[in-house]
């Protein structure tokens, strides 16, 4: 899987920026300190009724760059505490203990393609992760749909990347792989997770929309050849997460 290096919906990443923030924050303060240290002296006092005039200006300018200081810290902290991380897929949804991974033999209007022909697809793409399954669909073409599903049960990798990354992580990877256009993120479904389409290019032409969902220990996706719109086509692939995987 195409895999990019920073994760910025982690929990890591949003602590490194809340670290960031608090340090921003620190320097600011001390910058106001610092600039204004002659401005807080207030004016040389000359006699005895000017200094104290001179330490009522100082004391109340000193208020006034507390009172700043403060104002700072305050909006430093909020900035320092609005970054919330995810956690990595493994722990983010339910973890299901028992699932049942199988091709409905239809859809709605797709039909699972079974026979020689079968065998000819497998040889046009390259091995998948997981399971693959190929169905007829409601166009003209003779292959409508490819699904695709992996677990961690089956695959040590995908264990390994969901106990490293965060669902959004798994998507972004999965969708830069795919040199995905227009990416939408749409409702998971009752299985809980991220799901989300985006729009490929074929190299027979027409721009079909390929869908990904991601759980705690399930990637899954599905090309769509003959979907027009991608909540149509995420509609299409609720159907066919529900359809295929089983849940004790």
Excluded: H
């Amino acid at each position: 899987m195409y895999t990019l290096s920073i994760d910025p919906s982690s929990q890591s990443y949003a602590a490194g920026q809340a670290i960031g923030a608090l340090l921003v924050t620190a320097v600011l303060m001390g910058a106001v300190w610092f600039l204004t240290r002659t401005w807080r002296q207030g004016p040389v006092a000359t006699g005895g009724v000017e200094a104290e005039q001179v330490l009522s200006t100082a004391l109340r300018r000193r208020n006034i760059v507390t009172g700043v200081l403060l104002v700072v810290a305050v909006v430093g902290l909020v900035r320092a505490c609005s970054y919330e991380g995810e956690p990595p897929s493994a722990t983010a949804s339910p973890v299901v203990m028992e699932r049942f991974v199988d091709a409905a033999p239809q859809v709605g209007a797709y039909q699972l393609l079974t026979g020689e022909e079968i065998a000819a697809y497998d040889k046009a793409f390259r091995a998948p992760q997981g399971k693959r399954w190929y169905y007829d669909g409601p166009g003209e073409g003779p292959l409508g749909a490819i699904l695709q599903i992996n677990t961690a049960e089956w695959d040590a990798e995908l264990a390994e990347e969901k106990n490293a990354d965060t669902m959004a992580q798994e998507l972004r990877n999965f969708f830069a792989g795919a040199k995905a256009t227009q990416v939408t993120d749409f409702e998971a479904g009752p299985w809980g997770g991220r799901l989300s389409c985006g729009y490929v290019t074929a190299k027979t032409g027409g721009r079909p929309v390929v869908c990904a969902w991601t759980d705690s220990a399930t990637f899954g996706n599905v090309l769509l050849v003959d979907e027009k719109g991608l909540p149509e086509a995420a509609e299409s692939a609720l159907r066919f997460r529900t359809a295929s995987e089983k849940r004790a």
